[in-house]
């Protein structure tokens, strides 16, 4: 059966994910707020700043700045792309 949310992103009902995307407060707090559309969008994002930023998932500080950037991203205005950024062409 599909979980339906109010996605804080979208503003609207729709589907929610299928289990948090980690354990613990942050996680739980995305799984109920953020749908799964939302959600895949941020991990396309994720790997885009990972390239773009050249960044190790592996560093704490990395991972601090995807958090920090997550958290943008999902609950306020969102990221501003790397400077350099070029989107690949479809």
């Given at each position: 059966m599909t979980r339906i949310?109010?996605?804080t992103k979208l503003g609207i009902e729709a589907e929610g994910l299928d289990n948090p995307p980690f354990p613990g407060p942050?996680?739980?707090h995305i799984y109920e707020n953020v749908s799964k559309q939302v959600w895949q969008e941020?991990?396309?994002m994720?790997?885009?700043l990972i390239n773009e930023h050249k960044l190790a998932s592996f560093e704490p500080k990395a991972r601090k700045f995807l958090e920090q950037e997550r958290e943008k991203f999902l609950f306020a205005d969102g990221i501003d792309m790397p400077?350099?950024?070029v989107p690949t062409k479809s």
């Open positions: 949310i109010h996605c942050k996680g739980q941020w991990l396309n994720q790997t885009i400077e350099d950024y």
